[in-house]
């Protein structure tokens, strides 16, 4: 985790997620129920500005959904938590709406599964989102097919429906520490891509890997029937947009090894130093690059986010 958020900062997430996938209309009654939110913490003041907003997206909600929403509203007015009811509310309905979105159907089954709300809202947060859009923004740019893609420390591989809207991949590895974020991954998240291992995420150390000139080798686990196997795995995109969290030992295994498939690496750290976890932020993306040497550098910038500033480095070590 990055950063910690609240309702409003997930609601502002999912906005920049419809707005990138250019459903206006949603997008503006999402930005009038956070705004509403932000404004007011009241009940009261969030049908307000919901009613306010209403204006902006009347065409596109039919008539049984604003008696869905009014019957489920006025259950929730009354409780301690009527913002996280809100966000439980829209979100079901976004899914009901894109029932072949990938992202709103796995939010809604984290939610159901009783994953804790503050982990939802940290990792679909206005920022965590943005970041990810200007990463995959740019890799278009540069390519738009990777073939064998590796994700470091890819939490519950939400990055992938992000990924797929700009760019095409044979095969996806997703790694991290977490062993239940693998699981959300696999079984939530990417369950229509697991047939195959199509997309898998792999449950390890990325510090601890074992790197061949022909690729990483390393468990790949059924968390399901708890048996493993061993994979090699040669990636042409290395993508680790967690580089804080973590010293640059990965970065220099790949950098001073000569792998067969010459990979892009794309990084991206922040300069929240005193953010939880911590323990390798940058100043500026001068900076990164004195961490992060390249031979070719493909893309370099910061991005302004609230609070903190992202940087990002791509290119070939």
């Not at 790949?254 to 390798?280: C, Y």
Request: net charge negative.
């Amino acid at each position: 985790m990055s950063e910690s958020v609240g309702s409003v900062e997930f609601l502002f997430g999912i906005e920049e997620y419809l707005r990138f996938q250019k459903k206006e209309n949603q997008a503006a009654l999402i930005h009038g129920i956070a705004s509403a939110l932000q404004k007011d913490n009241s009940a009261l003041g969030f049908c307000k500005g919901f009613l306010q907003n209403l204006g902006a997206i009347v065409e596109d909600i039919s008539q049984q959904d604003l008696v869905n929403f009014s019957f489920d509203f006025s259950k929730a007015i009354d409780s301690e938590t009527f913002d996280t009811d809100a966000v439980k509310i829209y979100m079901s309905t976004l899914d009901k709406k894109n029932p072949s979105d990938k992202i709103f159907r796995g939010i809604n089954t984290c939610i159901k599964n009783g994953i804790n709300i503050s982990v939802i809202n940290d990792a679909f947060s206005r920022s965590q989102m943005k970041s990810k859009f200007w990463l995959v923004n740019e890799l278009s740019k540069i390519h738009s097919n990777y073939d064998n893609v590796l994700v470091m420390a890819g939490w519950f591989g939400q990055i992938k429906s992000i990924y797929d809207k700009k760019c095409t991949y044979s095969k996806m590895r997703i790694l991290e520490l977490d062993k239940g974020a693998c699981e959300t991954s696999d079984y939530v998240f990417n369950l229509s891509n697991l047939e195959n291992y199509k997309v898998k995420s792999v449950n390890v150390d990325i510090n601890k890997l074992t790197l061949h000139k022909n690729g990483y080798e390393w468990p790949v686990e059924n968390f399901k029937e708890h048996t493993s196997y061993t994979e090699k795995f040669l990636p042409d995109l290395i993508i680790n947009t967690s580089a804080e969290h973590m010293t640059e030992e990965w970065f220099h295994q790949i950098r001073f090894k000569e792998l067969e498939s010459n990979p892009i690496v794309a990084v991206q750290s922040n300069n929240m130093f005193e953010g939880d976890g911590h323990v390798n932020c940058v100043h500026s993306i001068d900076h990164m690059k004195k961490k992060f040497p390249m031979k070719e550098i493909l893309f370099e910038g910061e991005l302004q986010l609230k609070g903190y500033k992202r940087v990002m480095l791509i290119g070939r070590p």
